[in-house]
């Protein structure tokens, strides 16, 4: 087993201080992936690497990603569900590397909803 590191020890902070701000609600946009074994196998990690990869390039420190089970609409994924604060949830649909682009620079840092990838406007969530 190898020794961890202090770059370990400062992405390990990093991660917990992202989790500390979503449950503190100090964040400005949630996005997550859906990635149950359905979504996993149509791309989802790519998704997921793809949106890791942005978030780390333009340093952006108030958007945390989240994971979670299918959603089901298994023949639709890739999804993702972007939540801007105040703002009405949106799940995308279909989705590859070049989407996942464009959805967050459009929708995740300028909060313009992706109109041509987007399923549904609004939760899914009764009550």
Known sequence: MSKIK???LD?????????????????RAKVTIH???????AGARKVMSTL?????????KDVILSASSC???CSREPMITV????KTPVKYVDLDE???MKI???HVLDGEVVQEYALAIGSERVG
């Open 71 to 73: 959603a089901g609409l």
């Open 52 to 60: 890791l990869d942005l978030i780390e390039k333009e340093q952006v």
């Open 6 to 8: 202090p770059e370990d």
């Open 11 to 27: 992405k390990i902070g990093e991660k917990i201080k992202r989790t500390m701000l979503l449950r503190e609600g100090s964040y």
């Open 98 to 100: 070049e989407k996942t």
């Open 104 to 106: 967050f620079q459009a």
């Open 35 to 41: 990635m149950g074994t359905c979504g996993i196998a």
């Open 83 to 86: 939540e801007l604060k105040g």
